[in-house]
């Protein structure tokens, strides 16, 4: 009896949306080394569709509020923010509220830890 094979082909067809927005509020030091980012008081955790959108969300976060870019990646659509947990908070409402009225994605509740 012969078994034969079978061939899946997956495809992604990314719609315009926030997927993941996550803020860690004073998480422990060793986290940023082990992400190799500088150290803050607030990790923020966006993962975009299309993934080239980081580029926006990235520069809409750095001129709203005062956090800088700890990774961004425009071919997965990650970006992570430090800074203070009020900061990163701001900043990743700003991105939100502009890719959901201007851009019409759909956007993700911010959720923390």
Same mark, same amino acid.
């Given at each position: 009896?012969? #078994? #034969? /094979?079978?061939?899946?082909?997956?495809?992604?067809?990314?719609? /315009?949306?926030?997927?993941?927005?996550?803020?860690?509020? *004073?998480? =422990?030091? =060793?986290?940023?080394? /082990?992400?190799?980012?500088?150290?803050?008081? $607030?990790?923020?955790?966006?993962?975009?569709?299309?993934? #080239? &959108?980081?580029?926006? $969300?990235? =520069?809409? $976060?750095? /001129?709203? $509020? *005062?956090?800088?870019?700890?990774?961004?990646?425009?071919? &997965?659509?990650?970006?992570?923010?430090?800074?203070?947990?009020? #900061?990163?908070?701001?900043?990743?409402?700003?991105? *939100? &509220?502009?890719?959901?009225?201007?851009?019409?994605?759909?956007?993700?509740?911010? &959720?923390?830890?």
């Amino acid at each position: 009896m012969s #078994e #034969e /094979k079978k061939r899946f082909i997956q495809e992604f067809v990314p719609g /315009k949306q926030v997927t993941l927005s996550h803020i860690i509020a *004073n998480p =422990d030091p =060793d986290m940023f080394d /082990k992400l190799g980012i500088q150290q803050g008081g $607030a990790i923020g955790i966006l993962t975009l569709t299309p993934s #080239e &959108t980081v580029i926006i $969300a990235g =520069d809409l $976060a750095t /001129k709203s $509020a *005062n956090v800088s870019i700890g990774f961004l990646d425009r071919f &997965t659509g990650s970006l992570v923010l430090v800074g203070n947990v009020a #900061e990163v908070g701001m900043a990743m409402q700003r991105i *939100n &509220t502009f890719l959901s009225e201007q851009l019409g994605y759909t956007p993700s509740v911010i &959720t923390k830890s």
